[in-house]
């Protein structure tokens, strides 16, 4: 009898170990075999699935935030919430998911410098990571203006304000390994309540 591999449900599994893995040992001293080993198949189904390292790596981090993007687009459309409700919810939302991941920056960080070194745009790449979330920040910024919620404020100046907040999040978890983004959240409150109306 033949046995019925769910193609997308092993990718999705390979994927979420590979990430633990990627996690516990950094980007630099992860191997394809490490990474076959981990999901009980061998190096030539691995290739199956992914052409090398660097893939799966990617993949992992892509598959980790269509998860949060989930989660964003369930919060925007949200009836009963207000448009600084909806802002804060998405932020801290975003806060709370580079706290549990914070381990993973870490990684991201060392893999960005590699990056770098080979002479690379780091910062482009990361750039086209963020631009839906770009996207959806002005969105919201701009409903809440519309609505009359929010002042007539600079939205592009407004964005980056909150993405900043964001970004420091991050480098706080991953460069200062600080556990939590309490600090954070508290200035997010503040810098809604300057843009209220």
């Known amino acids: 009898m033949a046995i019925v591999v769910e193609h997308e449900k092993r990718k999705h599994e390979i994927l979420e170990k590979s990430l633990d893995i990627f996690v516990e040992e950094g980007y ?23 052409k090398n390292k660097r893939e799966i790596f990617l993949c992992s981090i892509k598959q ?6 989930e989660g964003l687009r369930t919060i925007v459309k949200a009836k009963d919430c207000t448009d600084s409700e909806k802002l804060k919810n998405i932020l801290v939302l975003i806060l709370h998911k580079c706290e549990d991941n914070r381990k993973l920056f870490n990684v991201i960080l060392t893999y960005l410098l590699q990056i770098q070194k080979a002479g690379k745009d780091s910062g482009e790449r990361v750039r086209r990571r963020v631009l ?65 109306a």
Do not use: M, P
């Open 64 to 69: 980790l935030t269509a998860g949060i993007e």
């Open 132 to 196: 839906r979330l770009r996207h959806l920040l002005s969105w919201i910024i701009i409903e809440g203006i519309n609505s009359g919620e929010f002042r007539q404020v600079d939205v592009k100046a407004t964005n980056e304000l909150f993405y900043g907040l964001i970004q420091s999040a991050i480098f706080r978890l991953a460069v200062f390994n600080q556990s939590d983004v309490n600090e954070i959240i508290d200035a997010v409150d503040i810098a809604i309540q300057g843009i209220k």
């Open 28 to 50: 630099e001293d992860v191997t394809f075999q490490k990474i076959a080993d981990r999901c009980g198949i061998t190096r030539t189904t691995l290739y199956i699935y992914f």
